[in-house]
């Protein structure tokens, strides 16, 4: 991700980019404490101390199945493990059937909407048409 903030020369925060601030004084001091905050969640990013997941507890995600007689499976996420820089997230069916996914089973097996469940379940069936 492109920086929008960096140190000044000072040790304070700028900006990446030419910004003319005109304005009430007291509005500058907003914008600048916005900009050490955005500058702190930019620093954590990049010595990899900022891990964004992908949702959140009691979320609904998906699991596809060909073989079952519903083939997309609803879960919901009980919880997220967190790793060294990485996470997996348990999950649960509506049968109570527990799971565990890494971050990389995320777009292969496990889907976050509904959506991009039924797209790959119709590549899937689709690539099984043209063997």
Same mark, same amino acid.
């Given at each position: ?43 954590? $990013?990049?010595? &990899? =101390? %900022? !891990?964004? /997941? ?7 995600? #998906?699991?596809?199945?060909?073989? @079952? ?24 069916? $509506?049968?109570? &059937? =527990? %799971? !565990?996914? /890494? ?7 496990? #889907?976050?909407?509904?959506?991009? @469940? ?14």
């Amino acid at each position: 991700m492109e920086r929008l903030t960096q140190t000044s020369d000072k040790g304070g925060v700028a900006f990446t980019f030419d910004l003319t601030i005109s304005c009430e004084p007291n509005e500058a001091k907003k914008i600048l404490k916005l900009a050490e905050k955005l500058k702190q969640y930019e620093d954590l $990013e990049e010595q &990899g =101390q %900022l !891990l964004r /997941l992908p949702c959140r507890p009691n979320d609904i995600v #998906y699991r596809i199945n060909k073989a @079952a007689r519903v083939p997309i499976i609803k879960m919901a996420v009980k919880r997220i493990v967190l790793f060294d820089k990485s996470y997996a997230l348990e999950v649960v069916d $509506e049968y109570g &059937g =527990q %799971l !565990l996914f /890494l971050a990389d089973d995320i777009g292969k097996v496990l #889907y976050i909407t509904r959506e991009e @469940a039924e797209a790959k379940l119709t590549e899937m069936e689709e690539s099984d048409e043209g063997e």
